[in-house]
Every structure is written in structure tokens, then in C-alpha cells.
């Protein structure tokens, strides 16, 4: 008899029997079915309804930044625009400390508190940017899992010997 994964419909002996299925349903790769499940969410067959032997992990913070593209333009825009911002204030302080300051105290002052402001500003936006991202990453991973299905041993066995009775009657 030859097995084949329910799934990809490929002929392999690396195959295992997650559920309680009849012979032609029975046999499935690991990873075939590991990705169905990911993908469906579901834990149970949906032909014999067993419940899959199945050991389930949320996906990674890198899982997550290679899934969703939209994010991840996201934060590279907001990292690239971060770093502008701080040279740009960096720069502004530096002319003020060793310019502004000799030349025109007044202005200086009024030069100090404006990077001030644009710094509690920045700061804000950056914390409530970080805030959404981290919102958005643990909602993804409630409904995002790595799952790694077990074989139904009991049933490989049972399976074995209606199998061996089959080919010897
Ligand atoms: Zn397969
Ligand atoms: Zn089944």
C-alpha cells in the first residue's frame, strides 16, 4: 500500500497519523498539516474530529516583522525618521551652544526652548508609535502560532495491524 500525505497528495514514507481517520485519510507530513493548522486555526480533524496531539507556540517578534509588510515599512520609516530628527536636534543644539549663545543671548534662549518643545513632542510621538506597534505585534500573536502536530501513537498502531491484516488475508 502505497501512503500518501492527505494534504500535498505525495507519496513519502516520512509520513505520520495525527488523527483517527480511515486508511486513505490517515497519513499527513508534519509540516503539512502544521501549516494547515496555522493557517485554519482549527486543533481538531475536521473528518474524524479528533483533537490534534499539537504543541502550540506564539510566533516571534521577527515572525511577525517578516508576515506583515505593512508594519515593517512602518517602523523603518519611523526608525530612519527618528534618526534624522535627533541629528537635526543635535546639530541645532551644538550651533546654539557655541554660536547662538555669544552672539545673541535672547534669540539663544528663545532657540533652547524650541528644542525643548520639539523634543517633549518627539518623545511623545515616538513612545505612542512604539505603544501602537507593540499593540498590534501581541494582537497578531494571539491568532499567530508556530504549531508542531505529534503522531496519534495508539492509532499508528491500530492502523499498522489492519494494514498487515488486510495484505496477509
Ligand atoms: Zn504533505
Ligand atoms: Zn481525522
Same mark, same amino acid.
Given at each position: 500500500?502505497?501512503?500518501?500525505?492527505?494534504?500535498?497528495?505525495?507519496?513519502?514514507?516520512?509520513?505520520i497519523v495525527p488523527c483517527n481517520c480511515?486508511?486513505?485519510?490517515?497519513?499527513?507530513?508534519? /509540516?503539512?498539516?502544521? #501549516? @494547515? !493548522?496555522?493557517?485554519?486555526? &482549527?486543533?481538531?480533524? +475536521? *473528518?474524524?474530529?479528533?483533537?490534534?496531539?499539537?504543541?502550540?507556540?506564539? /510566533?516571534?517578534?521577527? #515572525? @511577525? !516583522?517578516?508576515?506583515?509588510? &505593512?508594519?515593517?515599512? +512602518? *517602523?523603518?520609516?519611523?526608525?530612519?525618521l527618528s534618526v534624522m530628527i535627533i541629528?537635526?536636534?543635535?546639530?541645532?543644539?551644538?550651533?546654539?551652544?557655541?554660536?547662538?549663545?555669544?552672539?545673541?543671548?535672547?534669540?539663544?534662549?528663545?532657540?533652547?526652548?524650541?528644542?525643548?518643545?520639539?523634543?517633549?513632542?518627539?518623545?511623545?510621538?515616538?513612545?505612542?508609535?512604539?505603544?501602537?506597534?507593540?499593540?498590534?505585534?501581541?494582537?497578531?500573536?494571539?491568532?499567530?502560532?508556530?504549531?508542531?502536530?505529534?503522531?496519534?501513537?495508539?492509532?499508528?498502531?491500530?492502523?499498522?495491524?489492519?494494514?498487515?491484516?488486510?495484505?496477509?488475508?
Amino acid at each position: 500500500m502505497v501512503k500518501r500525505c492527505r494534504i500535498c497528495l505525495k507519496a513519502d514514507d516520512d509520513l505520520i497519523v495525527p488523527c483517527n481517520c480511515k486508511v486513505n485519510f490517515a497519513f499527513v507530513h508534519t /509540516k503539512c498539516l502544521s #501549516q @494547515w !493548522l496555522e493557517a485554519t486555526l &482549527d486543533d481538531a480533524c +475536521d *473528518i474524524c474530529k479528533f483533537k490534534f496531539i499539537c504543541n502550540k507556540e506564539p /510566533k516571534s517578534f521577527k #515572525q @511577525w !516583522l517578516m508576515s506583515e509588510e &505593512d508594519e515593517r515599512s +512602518d *517602523i523603518i520609516t519611523m526608525t530612519i525618521l527618528s534618526v534624522m530628527i535627533i541629528y537635526i536636534l543635535a546639530l541645532g543644539c551644538t550651533f546654539n551652544y557655541y554660536t547662538l549663545n555669544i552672539v545673541n543671548v535672547i534669540f539663544s534662549d528663545l532657540m533652547w526652548s524650541l528644542t525643548v518643545i520639539i523634543c517633549i513632542f518627539f518623545i511623545s510621538w515616538l513612545a505612542h508609535f512604539v505603544q501602537r506597534k507593540f499593540d498590534s505585534f501581541m494582537n497578531w500573536r494571539e491568532y499567530n502560532f508556530n504549531i508542531t502536530v505529534s503522531e496519534n501513537t495508539e492509532r499508528r498502531l491500530d492502523l499498522f495491524s489492519i494494514i498487515e491484516n488486510n495484505f496477509s488475508s
